[in-house]
């Protein structure tokens, strides 16, 4: 799961010199970030998704949209140790934007395309029916 992420992939997200400013040429802050976001990322998709399959794919084989997404969330963390009061407008929208995307892939409402779907015996365990009723009523005569 610490392969899902390649150090190259931020180069398309934040340059290059300012993610070494940000961790100080620390690579393991980096990867600390990375596995926080995954983990992130799993509490919502776990339900629905085979994690270790999706989160387990190296190179080409990964999932460009979760890609994305991973990154946004590393990154955000990666500007929060920094200085979070001076965090930048575009990071918190597109943390949110992923944060409002995974819950709406928990809820059902978008899929991932070619995503690796739990087995229906695993996906029974997160049944997503809520079964409740009115509450008790008193008559009174």
């Excluded at 339900?47 to 990154?71: E, P, S």
């Excluded at 059902?108 to 739990?118: H, N, R, S, Y």
Aim: overall charge neutral; proline content about 3%; some cysteine.
């Amino acid at each position: 799961m610490s392969q899902f992420i390649d150090i190259n992939d931020y180069d398309a997200s934040i340059h290059r010199e300012i993610l070494d400013a940000l961790v100080r040429q620390d690579e393991a802050i980096v990867e600390v970030c990375e596995h926080r976001a995954i983990a992130e990322m799993q509490s919502y998709l776990s339900a629905r998704y085979n994690c270790q399959k999706l989160f387990g794919t190296r190179g080409d084989a990964r999932h460009q949209l979760v890609l994305m997404i991973a990154i946004d969330i590393a990154v955000y963390h990666i500007f929060c140790i920094h200085n979070p009061r001076n965090l930048s407008e575009v990071r918190k929208d597109r943390y949110e934007r992923a944060i409002e995307w995974l819950k709406a892939v928990a809820k059902g409402t978008i899929t991932i395309p070619d995503a690796p779907v739990l087995e229906a015996t695993q996906a029974a365990i997160f049944d997503p029916i809520i079964h409740r009723s009115n509450r008790k009523r008193t008559n009174r005569f």
